[in-house]
């Protein structure tokens, strides 16, 4: 129910633009969230986008550098990257979390996505970053 794509190979200050669709529920009634995991590391949060207002949340490593924004109309939302490091390196998946913009507000609280909460995962897209 959830697709994500665009991955690739990129060579540091590179630009990849991930996207992810949905299907098989109402879109707009998600938050939607990318995560991303590197080689022995755990899964952590990247960033999370409302689906009823416009608001955000971005991890500090990728503030300024990511942008994630989402067409409801098409059930897509995508994360553009740039100035991207080697440590961006990992399979990068999107999710789907019902508490919709709670779970953006969350985020902002904390600091920090937490994954339980997401409903619908994607089957994740791999990012290389090399130096």
């Known amino acids: 129910q959830l697709q994500a794509s665009g991955g690739g190979s990129v060579q540091a200050g590179g630009s990849l633009r991930l996207a992810c669709a949905a299907s098989?529920?109402?879109?707009?009634?998600?938050?939607i969230g990318w995560f991303r995991q590197a080689p022995g590391k755990k899964r952590e949060g990247v960033s999370c986008?409302?689906?009823?207002?416009?608001?955000?949340y971005y991890a500090d490593s990728v503030k300024g550098r990511f942008t994630v924004s989402r067409d409801n109309a098409k059930s897509t939302v995508y994360l553009q990257m740039n100035s991207l490091k080697p440590e961006d390196t990992g399979v990068y998946y999107c999710?789907?979390?019902?508490?919709?913009?709670?779970?953006?507000?969350?985020?902002?609280?904390?600091?920090?996505?937490?994954?339980?909460?997401?409903?619908?995962w994607g089957q994740g897209t791999l990012v290389t970053v090399s130096s």
């Open positions: 999710a789907a979390d019902p508490r919709n913009t709670a779970s953006v507000g969350t985020a902002q609280v904390l600091g920090v996505m937490l994954l339980v909460g997401y409903e619908y």
């Open positions: 986008i409302s689906g009823e207002d416009d608001r955000v």
């Open positions: 098989g529920f109402t879109f707009d009634d998600y938050a």
